[in-house]
């Protein structure tokens, strides 16, 4: 085990997704103990050296340090977004953070994930699983290089599935405690979460 801030890290934070589910609205916008979910993801950043956000809405903006950029084309999939915040990090550090901009706690759970990582291990990064044993790949540190390379391997990233993108990786799970993978994926998640819409003005 290591401390967190000894991984030398990047952070790319996706906030793309169309949220199909909850009428489209920018779920990343939703707001618990009054901070939106975007900016706790960011918050769960800080310790990397450099933070890209990826897919932020028209109209929001970014706490000063985040490189903001969009995936081509918008609402292209989470393989998409990463691959668009790689290009944003042309000097990469060892380690990149890939964190989903819709988990309700997310300081807790990289926090966690970045204790349990070992720098010097042979491997191509750390997975999060959730308490019923589900991988977790938009909450994970990967070894840039091997992250780099699977996004050229892969060709046209738009709509591939992140299990495609990570197949090939040697990913050591990391069993989170309960309720650190929670996201928002549904109008009862975020009716949970902020108490009312939980909408930003």
Not at 158 to 176: P, Y
């Amino acid at each position: 085990m290591v401390e967190p801030a000894s991984v030398e890290h990047d952070a790319v934070l996706l906030a793309g997704g169309r949220a199909s589910r909850m009428s489209g609205i920018d779920k990343t916008a939703l707001v618990a103990d009054g901070l939106a979910l975007s900016d706790h993801a960011v918050a769960a950043a800080a310790r990397a050296r450099s933070v890209v956000l990826v897919g932020l809405r028209d109209g929001r903006t970014a706490p000063d340090g985040v490189v903001v950029t969009r995936e081509d084309p918008p609402f292209g999939g989470p393989v998409a977004g990463i691959a668009a915040g790689l290009v944003a990090v042309p000097e990469p550090a060892p380690w990149t953070l890939v964190l989903a901009c819709d988990l309700v706690r997310p300081e807790r759970a990289v926090d966690a994930l970045l204790r349990a990582a070992d720098d010097t291990a042979d491997v191509d990064g750390f997975v999060a699983v959730d308490e019923d044993g589900r991988r977790q790949p938009l909450l994970a540190l990967y070894r840039s290089s091997a992250l780099r390379e699977a996004v050229q391997a892969l060709g046209d990233p738009t709509d591939a599935a992140v299990r495609r993108l990570t197949a090939g990786l040697r990913l050591v799970e990391v069993l989170l405690a309960a309720g650190l993978c929670a996201d928002v994926d549904e109008p009862a998640d975020a009716a949970r979460v902020t108490g009312t819409s939980g909408l930003l003005d």
